[in-house]
């Protein structure tokens, strides 16, 4: 079945403790992204990835690390999580081109909160 | 200012109606037009895009882009329990942001029997 998967879906830790949260997609796609999505505040783009070895920020990426070293996985890494970093997350997938960014193949989301 | 604005609602409509979600945004680079659906408990999946200004029908939903007046919406003819959702807007430029993806806040549907 072609999906995005996140891991952990829920998770709660304490102020500092550096956490990933990880993000595999099956489709072969090269575009990946994560996503905040906070009640009042929409979905927020973090991080994105146009391909292997390729990142750049999104609106928000304060406090925030990707990495992406392969085309399947898409880490996200909170090295010094703080509790305004409670959110929901989503990762996001999409095959390369101008028209297929618009159609994005989103993770199950992962519930975080920081303590 | 944010750059998309979406009334968060919440919207209640009867089975039936035509619902009419809206959003404004005021980056002039924006070129591509989506409509994302997200279910409670789920991610967001795509409804429809549109690029630059026009309409696009597709069954009971569609999308109209107003690039003159920065102004996109959603129509939903004939309503249905299943539409109950919330519903998020995007927008992208072209170019060397091709990238880059801007929601609105996201209107809650309801549309009870």
């Known amino acids: 079945e072609a999906q995005v998967t996140q891991n952990p879906r829920y998770l709660i830790t304490v102020t500092g403790k550096k956490l990933t949260v990880t993000c595999s997609q099956n489709m072969n796609h090269e575009y990946m992204s994560w996503y905040r999505q906070d009640p009042g505040l929409g979905l927020r783009q973090i991080y994105y990835s146009m391909n292997v070895e390729v990142t750049d920020k999104g609106d928000v990426p304060e406090g925030y690390k990707v990495s992406r070293k392969e085309k399947r996985n898409f880490p996200l890494i909170l090295e010094s999580p703080s509790p305004n970093q409670t959110s929901l997350y989503f990762c996001a997938s999409s095959l390369w081109g101008a028209g297929s960014y618009n159609e994005q193949f989103f993770g199950p989301g992962t519930r975080l909160t920081v303590l | 200012q944010k750059e998309v604005e979406q009334d968060p609602g919440p919207l209640s409509v009867p089975e039936g109606a035509i619902v009419s979600l809206n959003c404004t945004y005021s980056n002039s680079a924006f070129q591509y037009f989506m409509w994302y659906r997200q279910y409670s408990r789920k991610g967001p999946e795509l409804l429809m895009y549109?690029?630059?200004?026009g309409n696009k029908e597709d069954g009971r939903f569609t999308a109209q882009v107003d690039k003159s007046s920065k102004y996109i919406s959603l129509f939903i003819r004939d309503s249905q329990p299943s539409d109950s959702a919330t519903y998020l807007c995007a927008m992208r430029a072209g170019g060397t942001s091709y990238g880059k993806l801007t929601f609105g806040q996201g209107t809650i549907l309801t549309v009870h029997p």
């Open positions: 549109t690029y630059s200004s």
